[in-house]
């Protein structure tokens, strides 16, 4: 099992930035893919950005150049900066981890983003 805990949220105007954090706890020896997705009213979730194990890094074309998914092992954190924010970024942003006993998910933070 492993318990994932967002923080970060809030209101930003547009052009602005947040930082995102995901804290892991529990079987965290198990975890391959650390996660961020996003979902809007009215629209399916969406991954964001992702992290292996590797430190690979992979980008939704929506937040390439904007966003960056980065971790701090030794703090089991996982963190999205998002900069030159848009209103389209508005959403619930989650974490989620990938592990060989399946993928976890934290509770979400809103995120929104005023014109």
């Known amino acids: 099992q492993v318990q994932l805990v967002e923080s970060g949220g809030g209101l930003a105007q547009a052009g602005g930035s947040l930082r995102l954090s995901c804290v892991a706890s529990?079987?965290?020896?198990?975890?391959?893919?650390r996660a961020w997705y996003r979902q809007a009213p009215g629209k399916q979730r969406e991954k964001v950005a992702s992290i292996s194990s590797s430190s690979y890094t992979n980008y939704a074309d929506s937040v390439k150049g904007r966003f960056t998914i980065s971790r701090d092992n030794a703090k089991n954190t996982v963190y999205l900066q998002m900069n030159s924010l848009k209103p389209e970024d508005t959403a619930v942003y989650y974490c989620?981890?990938?592990?060989?006993?399946?993928?976890?998910w934290g509770q979400g933070t809103q995120v929104t983003v005023s014109s």
């Open positions: 989620s981890v990938t592990t060989r006993g399946g993928d976890y």
């Open positions: 529990g079987s965290i020896f198990n975890i391959n893919i």
